[in-house]
């Protein structure tokens, strides 16, 4: 067997691999070339293993990997690429897939899948960042966890006084959590001491996720002073709508603006651009596209909003698209401008210019 594995030489050719992950598992397709190979299940998991059953089995071969992001991040395609081996992480959306496979969906027919799609070069990765920034992205992305999570815990409370039928003051009555509010529901007289406990102790998770959530913030405005984020975040802050934590959410997931060779392909990875049917000679436009970046389209539409009231050029933009398409698709038009003008205070690195109309 030694002397056989001596004389395989696979130089010239390229294995392709699919890994479907999971936690505990890998199902693992191979492609040479058009031609299916086998599939096998790797348990536990090793990047180190699989890469030395790839030399093994198929010596001095190049070596191309690919399996679909998600809960396992971009830590495998890390490890593959310091151990020098190709590999992407896609999008689970575009793993080309037809009516059998959807229908007859199981580990090693998605592993399949990737493989053969990679082998015919049908597959695009997504951007990896650095590890760095990858740690700064998820501390960002941690404000938001903690503005859900304080949404529910106040939703909770509300959705508790109505239950009980304790009517809220009338000057409490606007949606702002003031002092004075959570003074009063401290304060209330429930009835019930079991209704009091229950509230009391939702209060608690109220306050302890607001505490954590202004930490989040005090952390996200000191990690802007770094070195790599100081300038591109004030000049953001320069743009009307734009403060420092949308700033900060602007770079750490777009990272680098210069990948987007067009306006166009931003436009399309935050979601501002509309969905296409067409065919022959009919071309189609309709509806804005929900494959989206749901954050950042969202910041860009609150962003939009107050670019109108403060910007006179965007002011002038809205009145004239809303006449002609009402509000709700001219706001849409407003954020597409301002991400325009976001790109190139971004790229040529110069603080942004109120009341230009283009």
């Known amino acids: 067997m030694t002397n056989l594995a001596e004389k395989l030489d696979f130089s010239g050719h390229t294995i392709s691999c699919g890994i479907d992950v ?59 690429a310091a151990l020098s081996i190709s590999c992407i992480a896609v999008n689970a959306a575009d793993v080309p897939r037809t009516d059998k496979s959807t229908k007859n969906k199981n580990d090693r027919n998605d592993s399949r899948r990737i493989a053969e799609a990679l082998q015919a070069g049908q597959l695009e990765g997504v ?92 952390e996200i405005r000191k990690l802007m002073h770094k070195v790599r984020y100081q300038n591109i975040s004030r000049l953001l802050c320069s743009i009307p709508g734009i403060g420092p934590v949308t700033a900060a959410v602007l770079i750490v997931e777009i990272v680098d603006i210069t990948r987007f060779e067009k306006s166009d392909r ?62 709700r698709r001219a706001v849409i038009k407003v954020a597409r401008k301002l991400l325009q003008r976001i790109r190139h205070v971004w790229i040529h690195s110069v603080p942004y210019a109120p009341g230009l109309v283009k």
Request: with cysteine.
């Open 22 to 80: 999971h936690l505990k598992s890998w199902t693992v397709s191979l492609y040479l070339g058009k031609q299916y190979l086998k599939s096998f299940v790797q348990s536990p998991p090793s990047v180190e293993g699989l890469r030395n059953f790839l030399l093994t089995s198929y010596p001095k071969a190049n070596y191309e990997c690919a399996y679909e992001s998600g809960f396992c991040g971009f830590w495998i395609q890390r490890a593959f």
């Open 127 to 218: 951007y990896v960042p650095d590890p760095e920034l990858e740690a700064d992205r998820q501390l960002v992305r941690l404000n938001e966890r903690y503005s859900n999570d304080l949404t529910r815990a106040k939703n909770r409370i509300k959705g508790l006084l109505r239950l009980m039928g304790i009517e809220i003051p009338h000057r409490f009555a606007k949606a702002n959590w003031s002092n004075a509010f959570v003074d009063w529901l401290k304060q209330v007289s429930c009835g019930e001491s079991s209704i009091r406990v229950v509230l009391d102790r939702q209060l608690s998770i109220m306050e302890t996720i607001r505490a954590q959530k202004l930490d989040t913030l005090r």
């Open 266 to 327: 931003l436009n399309s990875f935050v979601g501002l651009c509309p969905m296409q049917h067409s065919s022959g000679e009919d071309d189609r436009k309709g509806s804005i596209t929900t494959r989206q970046h749901r954050r950042l389209r969202y910041l860009l539409v609150e962003s939009a909003w107050v670019g109108i009231r403060t910007d006179p050029a965007l002011t002038l933009c809205y009145s004239k698209w809303s006449a002609r398409i009402g509000s």
